[in-house]
Nanobody, 126 residues
Framework: EGKLLESGGASVQAGGSLTLSCTAS?????????MAWFRQLPGKEREAVAI???????RYADSVEGRFTISREPSNYTLFLQMSSLKPEDTGMYYC???????????????????WGQGTQVTVSS
């Protein structure tokens, strides 16, 4: 059964940078699964941050456009999220997600992802 494991969460100052990683294992991910980063901010629902489709298409939430970059290394099934110009409102739990269906569709809906990691905490202080 497929598993996703996030790492890289930390506490940083506002304006700082951080890179999250997600390693996929044991599942039918290959290099073509649709993968995404979601986050859950305190008191809010889980929201999509960035998506990379099975064909390399990218999509970002408006709140992170220009500050965050999603990328993947297919050879070792690793997904990255480079975050810069971090703001206190970026504080939350960040989750890696994957889907092997409709891989060309950059869905922002959590319901469209079958595989989830446990999350990694990002805290941005002002």
């Amino acid at each position: 059964e497929g598993k996703l494991l996030e790492s890289g969460g930390a506490s940083v100052q506002a304006g700082g940078s951080l890179t999250l990683s997600c390693t996929a294992s044991g599942g039918p991910f290959g290099g073509s699964a649709r993968m995404a980063w979601f986050r859950q901010l305190p008191g809010k629902e889980r929201e999509a941050v960035a998506i990379i489709t099975g064909f390399g298409g990218l999509r970002y939430a408006d709140s992170v456009e220009g500050r965050f970059t999603i990328s993947r290394e297919p050879s070792n099934y690793t997904l990255f999220l480079q975050m810069s110009s971090l703001k206190p409102e970026d504080t939350g739990m960040y989750y890696c997600a994957a889907s092997i269906y409709q891989i060309a569709y950059a869905s922002l809906s959590a319901a469209d992802y079958e595989y989830w990691g446990q999350g990694t905490q990002v805290t941005v202080s002002s």
